[in-house]
């Protein structure tokens, strides 16, 4: 009985402390001022206004009754905000020459309050591989790769992250993609070193393995949806280049830090990616390992090939 007329007396009592006539308020939720975007381009000098072609970028965003920060490094290619909580960051910028892009900081405050700024930059980015690297690739001259189907591991997803440098969650068998998808296995790659640059020739005679039915980048002729398998696709030539890599995965990763970017929509390696950068995790003179973004937002895959 007592017990009962405690929560009695309680519950009036949170009763007759409700004003419904008191106004209630959700505080200041006046946005950020005065956003300030630093670039510390690396290398900058009255000689060298773009930096010293490392394309290394320095950030550091500042603003007041900011409590978080997102940027965009690069409007050219969509606004995709990565999360910036201490305001600092630096940027790698990979392609070749010098270029203009146009950098975008959303400031937060309290109650989701944002505000936005802009600012373009010009960043030279100068890269020269090891002479290594296109020996084994092109032979000095072009050499033919294909997935190595003969290797377990010759296929891998883990996850598109900094902290990651490996298939973390599934890894394809010894043929895996056989039964369903052969033509994953006797699509040609061929690499060549041609004046003035590389090239890159895709021989797909029984068409283009994609896992989602979509090739990002829109080669000819691929639906945009469908299940994983084999689309007619009539091969394809095109240039590409050597740029760092700009994965961001551990520095005592097995890694060359050097990149293949395709240029583009006609050509493809193994499959096709959101990103037309390839990783070079590991290049011999009969084996390459690689890594890019794959389809799907947040998968990174991993591809083995061996030269012919």
Known sequence: MLN??????????????CNPNEDYTLGDLTPPTNIAINAEIVGQTAATPNGDGSGDVKFTITA???LNYRIDYDAADGISLD???????????????????????????????SSTATKEITVQSNFTPDASIINNLTGGSSKTWVVDQSVPGHFGVGPWSDGSSGPDWWSAAIDEKVACCNCFYTT????????????????????AFTKTGSLAGG?????????EGCYAYGGGSGSF?????????P??????KTAILLSGSNTFIGYGALQK??????????????????TETGNAWYLKLKAL
Not at 4 to 17: F, K, N, Q, S
Not at 219 to 227: A, N, Q
Not at 241 to 249: L, R
Not at 251 to 256: E, F, G, M, R, V
């Open 277 to 294: 950068e390839f990783e070079i995790m590991v290049l011999t003179s009969n084996y390459m390992y690689l890594r890019a973004q794959g």
């Open 241 to 249: 280049s050597f740029v760092p890599s700009s994965t961001g995965i």
């Open 251 to 256: 520095a005592s990763a097995p890694s060359t």
């Open 83 to 113: 999360n910036l909580p201490t305001g600092k960051a630096t940027r790698k910028y990979t392609k070749l020459g010098t270029n203009t892009y146009l950098v975008t900081v959303v400031a937060y405050g309290k109650g989701g309050s």
């Open 64 to 66: 007041d009754g900011a």
């Open 219 to 227: 080669l000819p002729g691929i639906p945009g949806s469908g299940d």
């Open 188 to 207: 040609t790659f061929k690499f060549s070193k041609i004046p003035g640059g590389y090239s890159l020739e895709v021989n797909s005679p029984d068409g």
């Open 4 to 17: 009962r007329i405690i929560i009695l007396a309680a519950v009036v009592g949170m009763a007759l402390g």
